[in-house]
């Protein structure tokens, strides 16, 4: 495996895309409302990917192992409300194929996000339902601070707030 870590480039683009809708699909299926699963095709998560590259407040890095993309980041310079924390970017999401994950792709996804961003503290979002990926922060020293959300997304789904700084409320 030759893993590197590399901000986005358009011609990754459409390469993401298909990431993204992959990995969307394996995580929520069965967990949200079908037709919201079904929301994330390819072409939808193109266009996302094209508006992030034009956001001056979104960065995107891609994994790579013999440049194929097997995962991505995507960080946000201010962390969107109701996140209160002027202080900390967003990790607005992390995805690796399932066949990559436990061999330190996400990890070195993270840690370069930080870096790139220009900023050790980060906060996010993640599903109540996925207990694998908050296994995986907490492994890599988020902690819970008890901030919950309810999803927008057709049936309201909850969502938990992780944070790097230990205690803070």
């Known amino acids: 495996m030759t893993l590197r870590i590399a901000p986005i480039e358009p011609q990754w683009f459409e390469q993401k895309a298909q990431i993204q809708s992959r ?4 995580l929520n299926q069965g967990h949200i409302p079908q037709e919201i699963a079904d929301a994330i095709t ?15 407040n979104q960065l995107t890095l891609v994994a790579l192992d013999d440049n194929q993309i097997i995962g991505f980041t995507e960080l946000l310079r201010t962390p969107r409300p109701p996140i209160n924390r002027p202080d900390a970017a967003e990790l607005a999401s992390l995805y690796v194929l399932t066949t990559h994950h436990r061999k330190g792709v996400g990890r070195m996804l993270v840690e370069a996000g930080k870096h790139a ?15 694998n990926a908050q296994g995986f922060y907490r492994h890599i020293g ?11 997304m057709g049936p309201e789904l909850e ?8 205690n803070q409320q």
């Open 23 to 26: 990995t969307w699909h394996e």
């Open 42 to 56: 390819p072409d939808f998560a193109l266009r996302l990917t094209r508006n992030a590259a034009n956001n001056s």
């Open 117 to 131: 961003i220009g900023n050790d503290r980060l906060v996010l979002w993640v599903m109540s339902f996925n207990a």
């Open 142 to 152: 988020f902690h819970e601070t008890g901030h919950t959300q309810t999803e927008d």
């Open 159 to 166: 969502m938990i707030n992780y944070t790097d700084e230990p």
